[in-house]
């Protein structure tokens, strides 16, 4: 208008300009973005926490009109991870590059779909076009080396009839525990007993050829009322993480493993075998979540019917929650090898500790290992210092050594 006002052609001329800049820009990168195609390769169909995976990528592009400036990101939820890049185009041609991935959390994520934006030469106008075929990889939790946590049954002179006795005496002590009625005095463990001021024995592995496993069930509970903790630090990422190193330990190991849950979605894998099964198991567990309702007293209960005699039963769970005590002897009763690993709440954040369920399960013919947050969980699930009913004495026979 102002230019119409006062006659100024020059300025006139300028804005001219300027539109015919701005129409330029629009339409070249428009026509710019055409033809543009790309995918991923090498994706990999899961990984596993702390651990990297790569993928592939090519953009290609089919036009005669130059593309200054591309930028393409990929498309994923993939927890801390991006993957962008930018180039330019003279004509038609292609470009490649490699990403490598951190898998910082367990879950399932979107990979290899591409997002396009080309822009003209002054940044003012840019179109955006998706490429390439979404895919999922599946981070598995971290699993852990367990070399010395045993499910064997306990072999003690003057047990409870109940529990399960196999083979014989190995002649190397394994672990101690406190003294009972009916125990040896050959079997005292002195160093034990003067560091405690109680008596302690030492225990020994039945004959190990001698006993087969049935199968191996491994309960989680999964309920909302017992998660505790922030970030990674939580009784949810622990007990994923002793679930997945377990099957992992049984797995390798040709051993029978099954998987129970109490998430909102139910988990119930069937014991089974081989590599197959292991990913099965695997890929539910990075799944999982805290968030069911029903609690793990009433999980045992419904699924009870699948613990065979010979079977093994682990169940791993926050220390709040005492109401399995009670249905632990039902459990004992159908001539299972039981064992509980709690998670230690008050270290958690959580208030109910793990004494009180420790003697509960204990009395009742659990084997029980108690997990607290930032401790070394190879260490706490040692059975080489297990010392049933002492949940707190381990601390102090790990210590001072280890038993002979």
């Excluded at 592009?61 to 990101?73: D, M, Q």
Aim: net charge neutral; hydrophobic share 40%; glycine share 10%.
């Amino acid at each position: 208008m102002l230019s119409f006002a006062g006659g100024f052609t020059l300025l006139w001329r300028f804005f001219v300009f300027i539109v015919v800049l701005m129409l330029l820009g629009y339409f070249w990168s428009r026509l710019g973005s055409r033809g543009i195609s790309g995918h991923a390769e090498k994706v990999p169909e899961h990984c596993q926490v702390g651990d990297y995976f790569e993928e592939e990528f090519t953009v290609s592009r089919r036009s005669g009109i130059p593309a200054p400036f591309v930028e393409v990101e990929e498309y994923t939820d993939l927890p801390g991870y991006r993957n962008t890049v930018s180039f330019n185009f003279t004509t038609s041609g292609s470009y490649h590059w490699r990403s490598r991935a951190y898998c910082r959390r367990r879950g399932q994520y979107r990979v290899g779909s591409l997002t396009v934006k080309v822009s003209d030469h002054l940044g003012l106008f840019s179109f955006h076009q998706r490429v390439g075929d979404s895919r999922y990889v599946f981070v598995n939790p971290a699993a852990l080396e367990l070399p010395f946590f045993q499910v064997l049954p306990q072999q003690e002179p003057g047990q409870n009839p109940r529990r399960w006795i196999a083979g014989e005496l190995s002649p190397n002590a394994s672990r101690v525990r406190e003294y009972t009625s009916g125990d040896s005095l050959r079997h005292i463990h002195w160093q034990t007993t003067a560091h405690t001021g109680k008596l302690v024995v030492k225990e020994f592995d039945p004959d190990r050829p001698s006993y087969a496993f049935k199968d191996i069930w491994i309960v989680l509970d999964m309920h909302q009322d017992h998660l505790h903790g922030t970030g990674d630090e939580t009784t949810e990422e622990y007990g994923v993480t002793i679930a997945a190193s377990l099957v992992n330990k049984y797995i390798n190991s040709d051993k029978s493993v099954g998987l129970i849950a109490s998430g909102k979605q139910p988990f119930l894998i069937l014991p089974g075998t081989g590599q197959a099964h292991q990913r099965e198991m695997l890929r539910a567990l990075a799944l999982m979540k805290a968030d069911g309702s029903t609690p793990v007293d009433e999980l045992l209960a419904s699924q009870a019917d699948w613990f065979d005699t010979g079977s093994v039963v682990i169940v791993i769970m926050p220390s709040s929650d005492r109401k399995v005590a009670p249905l632990s002897r039902q459990v004992i009763n159908r001539g299972v090898i039981a064992n509980a690993i709690l998670l230690d709440s008050p270290s958690f954040g959580g208030e109910a500790g793990a004494a009180v369920t420790t003697r509960h399960l204990t009395s009742n013919g659990f084997r029980v290992y108690v997990v607290r947050r930032g401790q070394d969980i190879a260490g706490a699930l040692d059975s080489r210092v297990f010392s049933p009913g002492l949940p707190y004495a381990r601390d102090r026979v790990l210590s001072h050594g280890k038993p002979g």
